[in-house]
């Protein structure tokens, strides 16, 4: 299993997750700083005050990047550092970003940049937030400051990281910020966010006439009925709808599914948020294609959720999220966003599992990520054999991290983070990608995780 010269081998982050300083810089809150202070919204109230305290260890982190091998990181910039305020800029935020760019650019690690990864402002929010059309100009604001001031120095430019969880988890299923429970207002927040991806893109290539490549990121979950009958393939057909078609089918074919519209219809009392021209926009060529992949889902049928499935009992191996570990499902996704919807270069742009990590005397053998990893990288070279094009894959995460509604309770780090001291430590799987990424092979690494 070999990985040719070009493939880009990354890592990833998101701005909320690791850098901590919350009042620093001139920052203001953002959407997740105010949930995280909601009773029983996230594990043990934990936040993001501190985090990985990455905005004041940076230099130390792009070390492990170096030393880890990767071609490329991506992180994410914090909307409320670069717009404390509705309108008005904050430089000093902006110098973060440009600090870090500069210091990855020069050890030669491409800096892979999202400009949304779910920190909105809470002033954005107090005016609606994504459920507000507006939203769409103040997030066309934020990425032309961004493009204009960090012009040179990014490689690829992601506007939005999984619009599903900001959507649907934030405004319908309230397990995310801002925490509401509202279909209505979740699919109004889709479409502004798909707009104002399509707005950005449209501004870097029209307006900026930037050549960097630009694309969107969405989570997408392979769906699969628990038996052959009817029921539970229209309960699947209805979580793939929900899951993945209400994002594929307006990126790359400029239309909502109808099938959606009309389950949705009992709940959403009137589509005329879409207007004129909308689709065109949602649906304006990008540069590459982002896809975080973690697991597939396994529904049956229940007369009580008419759209959004029942999750099934599955037998397979799992994650310390619960979540099943399933490379082929992986496979067929790909082979089916090929078939079905596009030829553009995909990027894993997120893949990787949290587990119980046990630090024994300064290491950490975490097997089970590495077997993970493993077996989805195997996938993607065969999937490249096949002729699918990928082109990289960034492992999720490079730190242990706030896990969102998890808080600190799941680590997905490849690096192990104790978070009272903040000091980093490397995971087995920390060495164990770092040679794959030197070998850019599969097979003299099985070898080496022996002897680790
Ligand atoms: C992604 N779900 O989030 C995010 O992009 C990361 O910030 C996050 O840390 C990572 O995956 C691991 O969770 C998701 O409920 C959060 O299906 C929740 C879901 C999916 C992805």
Not at 96 to 118: C, D, M, N, Q
Not at 247 to 273: A, E, R
Not at 417 to 424: A, G, I, L, P, S
Request: proline share 4%; hydrophobic share 35%.
């Amino acid at each position: 299993m070999h990985f040719n010269e070009h493939f880009i081998f990354g890592t990833a982050t998101s701005s909320y997750q690791i850098e901590g300083a919350y009042r620093e810089g001139g920052r203001t809150p953002s959407i997740w700083d105010v949930f995280c202070e909601t009773d029983g919204k996230v594990f043990e109230r934990h936040n993001g005050n501190v985090a990985c305290d990455h905005y004041h260890r940076f230099e130390e982190d792009i070390q492990h990047i170096k030393k880890l091998g990767v071609d490329s990181y991506r992180f994410s910039i914090a909307w409320p550092r670069i717009f404390p305020e509705k309108g008005v800029y904050n430089a000093e935020g902006m110098a973060f970003y440009k600090k870090l760019s500069e210091r990855l650019r020069g050890e030669g690690i491409k800096p892979a940049v999202t400009l949304y990864h779910w920190d909105l402002p809470m002033w954005a929010h107090e005016e609606g937030g994504w459920v507000n059309r507006s939203s769409v100009e103040w997030f066309t604001d934020f990425a032309r400051v961004c493009f204009t001031e960090l012009d040179g120095l990014v490689d690829s430019w992601i506007t939005h990281n999984e619009p599903w969880c900001a959507g649907f988890l934030g405004y319908h299923l309230g397990q995310h910020a801002p925490g509401h429970t509202n279909l209505e207002e979740a699919v109004k927040a889709i479409h502004h966010i798909l707009l104002s991806h399509g707005k950005a893109v449209q501004l870097l290539k029209e307006e900026l006439h930037s050549a960097t490549p630009i694309g969107i990121t969405l989570n997408l979950t392979p769906i699969y009925p628990k038996t052959d009958g009817t029921n539970d393939r229209l309960a699947a057909n209805n979580s793939d709808g929900y899951s993945n078609r209400w994002f594929l089918d307006p990126v790359f074919k400029g239309t909502y599914p109808v099938d959606m519209m009309n389950l949705f219809s009992k709940y959403v009392h009137s589509f005329d948020f879409i207007h004129p021209g909308d689709m065109e926009i949602i649906s304006v060529p990008c540069d590459f294609f982002g896809i975080n992949f973690y697991s597939r889902g396994l529904v049956e049928f229940s007369a009580a959720n008419d759209f959004m499935s029942k999750g099934a009992y599955s037998d397979y191996d799992k994650t310390g999220m619960g979540w099943d570990i399933a490379p082929d499902e992986f496979k067929d996704l790909i082979r089916r966003l090929r078939h079905e919807y596009t030829a553009l270069p995909i990027f894993i742009t997120e893949n990787g599992a949290a587990f119980d990590d046990q630090v024994e005397e300064g290491s950490i053998h975490d097997q089970r990520r590495i077997a993970y990893v493993e077996k989805h990288l195997k996938a993607v070279a065969e999937l490249n054999e096949e002729g699918m094009n990928i082109e990289g894959y960034f492992l999720w995460s490079l730190l242990d991290n706030f896990e969102w509604s998890f808080g600190y309770d799941k680590r997905f780090g490849i690096i192990y983070v104790d978070f009272d001291t903040q000091e980093r430590i490397w995971k087995d799987s920390a060495h164990w990608y770092s040679n794959v990424i030197r070998n850019r092979s599969l097979e003299t690494v099985s070898i080496n995780t022996q002897q680790i």
